[in-house]
């Protein structure tokens, strides 16, 4: 018997480590399984990140042609004393073409003229007259000027110069040019200051994402003051002062539910409400706020909520036994020990907001807007939709554009949720 005991013993005790067995292997195979899974993920993200920055950091620069340029006083029919209204009315475009005419004379036919004039930016005989307006003292001089390069000169030389000549859609003629220019020294590459200077152009040279960013802090701007105050009295009035019944439970998991409903719903139904019925303009941040704060709500009021309900009840009946009411006691210490979490849900809620598209596609936002708007009254539009306007586009500069846009979007976005990181590890209190 004892023998038969030793071995039933033994044979348990042998199954007891051939499972335990199973269950280490079993977990150390999760283990890898999970480390594979995040590497994996991680190395999407760095194939993403080094995509859009290899694409957008030539936007970050852009080629300049130096060239003497000569005041002629007759060619303009202007002096030093011209009036402003004299100035605007010379053509500086004819004034230019004949500059660029006289400095290269192999250019005879129409077509090499052509070709000649479209090495520069067309908004050059703008900026030489705006130039004039500031320093009539040029007149009657010969000055050494920066002329923007076109958007393909400016492609051609950052990445073709020197390397491949068949990149960009210069012509053979325009090439030449263009590297007898930089063999003299005359072309560079600065710093694109104009893209965060200048609002969206027809020409990639000229375009900047200014008014796109001035657009999305108005419409955030709306979309806080509206979605912060009403979602912390919804938090405050669901978990302190709502009787538990039928109707508050609707409300409940109608927040919940909202909280899951796509974007472009939520544009559809301010398009219907804010637009048709209430006659509201287009393309403006105040409508874009109205949208946003609808479709941010249910988020901030839910984390709310969670802050809320993470204070514990002994602050609650510690307040009201010093005879606080029962306002008191949410206003003066539930409310600021609840606050850090708040704050943290309404960031991540804005950060969700500043990089959405759909919701202010359908109540117009992707109009083109050049102005720089200066109210929530004033037609605008927003970064992600200019993201979404550039990629549209068949220029090679655009796609530097796009990818750099990106990047700026990634990084108000990064910025706003290590922000939100931060600030709860900085301010929450472990009970």
């Not at 999970?34 to 936007?59: E, H, N, P, Q, Y």
């Not at 042609?65 to 605007?88: A, H, P, Y």
């Not at 110069?161 to 930089?182: C, E, H, M, P, T």
Request: net charge positive.
């Amino acid at each position: 018997m004892k023998n038969m005991s030793d071995q039933i013993e033994s044979g348990l005790a042998e199954r007891r480590a051939l499972h335990l067995q199973k269950r280490r292997s079993a977990e150390a195979r999760f283990k890898w399984y999970g480390r594979i899974a995040v590497s994996f993920g991680m190395v999407c993200v760095l194939f993403l990140f080094t995509d859009i920055i290899s694409k957008g950091a030539g936007a970050f620069t852009q080629t300049y042609i130096n060239m003497d340029i000569t005041f002629d006083e007759q060619v303009l029919g202007l002096n030093r004393f011209s009036t402003l209204e004299e100035i605007k009315a010379v053509s500086f475009g004819s004034f230019f073409k004949k500059q660029l005419r006289a400095k290269y004379p192999q250019a005879t036919s129409r077509k090499q003229k052509s070709q000649l004039y479209a090495i520069f930016s067309s908004d050059m005989p703008l900026i030489l007259r705006n130039m004039v307006i500031a320093k009539p003292a040029l007149m009657g001089t010969t000055s050494s000027v920066s002329l923007i390069a076109d958007d393909d000169t400016d492609v051609y030389y950052k990445h073709g110069y020197g390397a491949d000549s068949n990149i960009g859609r210069l012509s053979q003629f325009q090439k030449s040019i263009v590297n007898a220019l930089a063999s003299e020294g005359r072309v560079e590459k600065r710093f694109n200051a104009m893209f965060f200077t200048s609002s969206d152009s027809r020409e990639p040279e000229l375009a900047g994402i200014k008014g796109a960013l001035v657009g999305s802090l108005l419409t955030l701007m709306v979309t806080l003051l509206l979605s912060f105050p009403i979602a912390v009295a919804t938090a405050i009035y669901l978990e302190e002062f709502a009787p538990s019944n039928k109707f508050t439970d609707f409300i409940e998991v109608n927040i919940n539910n909202l909280a899951a409903v796509p974007s472009v719903i939520f544009g559809l139904l301010g398009l219907a409400v804010f637009i048709n019925f209430f006659g509201l303009p287009r393309s403006v941040p105040l409508v874009g706020g109205f949208v946003l704060t609808l479709m941010t709500l249910p988020t901030i009021i839910i984390s709310s909520r969670a802050s809320i309900k993470a204070v514990p009840p002994s602050i609650r009946e510690a307040a009201m036994g010093m005879g606080a009411s029962k306002v008191q006691t949410v206003l003066h210490h539930v409310l600021p020990l609840a606050m850090p979490g708040m704050l943290t849900g309404t960031i991540i809620g804005m950060a969700q907001a500043l990089g959405e598209t759909a919701p202010l596609l359908m109540i117009g936002m992707v109009a083109f807007i050049v102005d720089v708007p200066a109210g929530v009254g004033d037609s605008a539009t927003v970064l992600p939709v200019q993201i979404f306007l550039w990629s549209d586009s068949p220029e090679r500069a655009f796609v530097e554009k796009t990818s750099a846009a990106i990047m700026v979007l990634l990084a108000f976005l990064i910025f706003m949720n290590s922000a939100a990181v931060w600030l709860r590890k900085k301010l929450e209190r472990r009970w």
